[in-house]
């Protein structure tokens, strides 16, 4: 089992940037993948980004590619999320997960329970 909470959400302005955090518990957290993921109403949950196990290999989505960077601390089980350049666009509650796989079926196994991101214009 692990449990991710996620901190670091909140109100900005457009240009802006915030820093989110997940801190996972357990002892094997170095055994999973992790990623972000955002959801606003009316859409579906889409990854913004990934990291594997060891931190070698990341993946971004496009809409996010140059201004978010991730990045995972294994000997503190904690995973971030850097956001700059912030848009309206990406006012969302944004997730952090783990699994096996987490950017292909099957997906996460485990959920945070999300925090905020309001980018006002």
């Known amino acids: 089992q692990v449990q991710l909470v996620e901190s670091g959400g909140g109100l900005v302005q457009a240009g802006g940037s915030l820093r989110l955090s997940c801190a996972a518990s357990g002892r094997t957290f170095s055994s999973y993948a992790m990623g972000w993921f955002r959801q606003s109403p009316g859409k579906e949950r889409d990854v913004v980004a990934a990291?594997?196990?060891?931190?070698?290999?990341?993946y971004y989505g496009d809409s996010v590619k140059g201004r978010f960077t991730i990045s995972r601390d294994n000997a503190k089980n904690m995973v971030y999320l850097q956001m700059n350049s912030l848009e309206p666009e990406d006012t969302a509650v944004y997730y952090c997960?783990?699994?096996?796989?987490?950017?292909?079926?099957?997906?996460?196994?485990?959920w945070g329970q999300g925090t905020q991101v309001t980018v006002s214009s």
């Open positions: 997960a783990a699994g096996v796989v987490v950017t292909t079926t099957p997906g996460p196994d485990y």
């Open positions: 990291i594997s196990r060891s931190g070698s290999t990341i």
